[in-house]
């Protein structure tokens, strides 16, 4: 394990609570990264060839936590994965996905979350360099917060194609002229953003890869245990909609033989609210 | 005019980018009329601040041009679309910047939106990008509630933080840099957070402002809290002319709509004030 120190400055934590995103660079060292495109590479070949070649799809994912890929499944015990997402969500957050991405195209502006009752937040890292016209993910500076937030939606930005977005139809703007910052990144780097905050990606290509780790606060109030309940009974819809195939919890990550008592907790937090068992349905 | 959609982007973000406004040719005229202007500028007149900046008035005898914008439809039109028919062309300045960078900052804090309503077109005379002083904004920082959250921030140039951790260069604050061609024109909130990086010697600027007329009592208040600002904000630069010079004031082609406007001006104290 490694056992560096990799907290979050203060001024870190304020960045992220103002603009709803945070950028750390080379986080992951070159090595690791081609380990990591290593298992994706294998791991994809093995799910295409269950795929049917005619159908379109507009991404491909899967769950890391699986034993072919065991290196990218190890990465939710790393602290620099689980440490800085617990300063931000807190230190009884738990990661709900862990998942392997891989796009055919665009992705139109959206946030992946409208309701504030659920408080997520999503580290990526892309396995290939990213330019603002070649994938780099975009994100609107505080756009998790409402007004802003809201006022996205209201005037019809949002639309997983360009194409579906009503107020870029209407503007003939296209996506790339909406004001945001752009991730421009090489592999190694992390941006770890609220599921609130709108983001977007153009210059898509066959294969743009990405690694999501997300972290779930742990709900306390009335409204936010009522919002992770309806997240729990809509899980296995949710996933099928997505076409995420495998288990998100593999039987051999819940066995946990290095008894981890992070992740301990995390399973047995899973397991409470029924995540572990939705996953079946 | 806009359409509704870039309303609703201007609202939204608060500010918007207009390509090709201006011809060529006016841009010439334009440049013609601001080397007029810079000629009686000296060291004695720049700004002491990182930007050293120089800046005057667009509405003297020197810049007929220039001076004509603020009533042009281009930028009225606009203007009324979105302030109002009875809105006010309140300025036009040109600026020399000579300095980097121009720190992050809301051109006003001491109002809410509730108070007061307004915003300026910029146009840069020359290209300008993220390395070359192009004009960044922090989209949709002209809300109340995420301006303040902005304040927070560590900014190396104007709210530094510990030795250790000085907070963020002008370039480091996530933004969206407006890209500009000569002709054309940024309009932005009054209230949205800006700056430039990378700016060299000679970087010129010309800004148009309006004002919307104020309607509510809290509107009222606000611009008489206004002219106290400006006739305090104008004494930080060291102009020699007036801001409204008698040229202007004496209106020589008869503008009906800027003699609505200089009566506005003087009902709301405005000419006084920063003419003291």
């Known amino acids: 394990m490694i056992q560096d120190n990799y907290s979050l400055t203060e001024e870190q934590i304020k960045h992220f609570e103002v603009f709803g995103f945070l950028v750390r660079r080379n986080v992951f060292t070159t090595d690791e990264v081609a380990k990591m495109n290593e298992e994706f590479d294998s791991r994809r070949a093995v799910l295409l060839e269950g795929t049917d070649p005619e159908e379109k799809r507009f991404f491909d994912n899967w769950p890391n936590r699986n034993p072919e890929t065991p290196f990218i499944s190890s990465l939710l015990d790393d602290p620099r994965i689980y440490q800085h997402s617990e300063q931000l969500v807190g230190e009884d957050s738990v990661p709900v996905h862990s998942n392997a991405n891989s796009y055919s195209q665009d992705s139109g502006w959206h946030p992946d979350r409208t309701d504030h009752n659920i408080c997520t937040i999503k580290n990526v890292m892309y396995l290939q360099p990213t330019t603002a016209d070649r994938g780099a993910l975009r994100v609107i500076p505080s756009s998790h917060k409402n007004p802003l937030h809201k006022d996205l939606l209201r005037i019809g930005l949002r639309g997983f194609k360009e194409n579906d977005s009503q107020f870029l139809k209407k503007s003939g703007l296209c996506g790339a002229d909406i004001p945001c910052y752009i991730f421009e990144s090489n592999p190694g780097d992390i941006i770890t953003f609220y599921e609130w905050t709108w983001h977007a990606a153009f210059g898509g290509y066959k294969d743009r890869r990405t690694c999501t780790f997300n972290f779930y606060r742990n709900p306390k109030e009335t409204d936010e245990i009522a919002a992770m309940q309806l997240e729990v009974k809509n899980y296995a819809e949710e996933t099928r909609t997505l076409g995420t195939v495998g288990l998100q919890f593999h039987p051999t990550w819940l066995e946990n033989p290095d008894h981890y008592p992070r992740r301990e907790r995390w399973i047995n937090w899973l397991k409470e609210w029924g995540f572990i068992q939705a996953q079946y349905k | ?276």
């Open chain 2, 1 to 276: 005019m806009i359409t509704e959609q870039q309303v609703y982007f201007f609202k939204t973000f608060g500010f918007l980018v207009l390509k090709n406004v201006l011809t060529p040719a006016e841009i010439k005229n334009i440049n013609k009329e601001f080397l007029v202007g810079l000629a009686k500028m000296d060291e004695t007149k720049m700004g002491t601040s990182v930007r050293k900046q120089y800046n005057w008035t667009n509405l003297g005898p020197d810049s007929p041009f220039t001076s004509s914008l603020l009533e042009d439809e281009r930028f009225y039109g606009i203007a009324q679309q979105i302030l109002g028919d009875d809105c006010v062309g309140v300025d036009s300045h040109a600026n020399q910047y000579n300095g980097n960078r121009s720190p992050w900052h809301p051109d006003i804090r001491e109002l809410g939106p509730d108070q007061f309503t307004g915003f300026k077109f910029t146009f840069y005379l020359g290209p300008v990008d993220g390395n070359s002083g192009a004009l960044r904004v922090v989209p949709g920082s002209h809300c109340p509630g995420f301006s303040a959250e902005v304040e927070k921030v560590f900014l190396k140039d104007n709210n530094p933080g510990p030795d250790d951790d000085p907070g963020l260069a002008v370039n480091e604050v996530p933004a969206h840099i407006c890209i500009s061609e000569p002709g054309d024109a940024v309009i932005f909130d009054y209230f949205v957070w800006h700056s430039s990086w990378g700016g060299s010697k000679d970087r010129r600027m010309v800004s148009l402002q309006y004002y919307k007329n104020p309607k509510t009592p809290e509107e009222k208040e606000g611009m008489r809290k206004m002219v106290a600002f400006r006739k305090n904000f104008n004494k930080g630069f060291k102009r020699e002319t007036k801001l409204y010079p008698d040229f202007w004031l004496a209106n020589p082609n008869n503008n009906v709509v800027r003699t609505q406007w200089i009566e506005q001006l003087q009902k709301w104290g405005f000419i006084d004030a920063v003419n003291a």
